[in-house]
Structure formats: C-alpha cells, structure tokens
C-alpha cells in the first residue's frame, strides 16, 4: 500500500491504539475514513478507540454509522450498547444488548452486558436470568 493510502492510515491507527497513543489513533482512523467512508472495519475501530478514550456519544455516533454500512449486526448492536451504557442511557442500551443477542444467542460479551445494565436500572431478577444463561466452560 502506498504510504499515503487510507489503509496505511487505518494500520496506523491501530498500532498507535495498541502502543497506548489514543489521540494518535483516533486521528489516523478518522483520516482513514475520510479518505474510504464506506469502509466498516475503519469505522468499527474508530468506535472501539472511542470507547477506549472515553468518548462514548462519539463512539456511538461511529456504530451509527457501521450499522448503516454493515446493517444489524451483533457486534453493531453490542457496540451501540455499550456506548449508550457509558452515557447513562441504560433503557437503549438494553434494547441493543437484546438486539445483539438475538443476533446471535451465544455472544457471551452481550449477554454480560445486558445483565450488568439491567443491574443498574434496578432490574436484579432479570440480571439473574441473563447471567444464568451465560456459557459455560
């Protein structure tokens, strides 16, 4: 790839993420992504990195827009969840994890998120079921 191509910025964009240089990253996936919007895999990391700075509207705006791309999708859903979580938006955030689990009912990282949301509406008898229906190893 040449060194000005949008996957050379995205591969960028993920070895600064995983060196710890989140601002870095952030700023290469984006870059990544103006230059290839229709790209999912840029904007499932940008939303990931997202997460990882702390900046969950924006990462749920970034799954948002996966969603459009990619449709429906477990790991969509799941992505939406957890940034709607984050920012105390615990109601849509259970509709996702559930959306996500119907997706595909052994994602395990759902489910556990579902339970913990539902913890932190109150609802403990539903946590419960949802954390009994775990997998086991």
Known sequence: AEPDSAYARFMAGVLYERTGRIDEAITSIQSAIEADRKNSTYWAA???????????QEAGKAFDQLTLLQGE?????????RALAETGKYEQAI????????????????????AATYMAVGRYK??????????TV
């Open 95 to 114: 509709t996702c994890f559930e959306e996500a689990i119907k997706a595909n009912p052994d994602d395990d990282a759902s489910r556990s998120r579902l």
């Open 73 to 81: 999708t477990a790991a969509t859903w799941y992505g939406k969840g």
């Open 46 to 56: 940008l939303g990931a990195v997202l997460m990882t700075a702390g900046k969950y």
């Open 126 to 135: 539903e946590a419960a079921e949802c954390l009994n229906k775990l997998s």
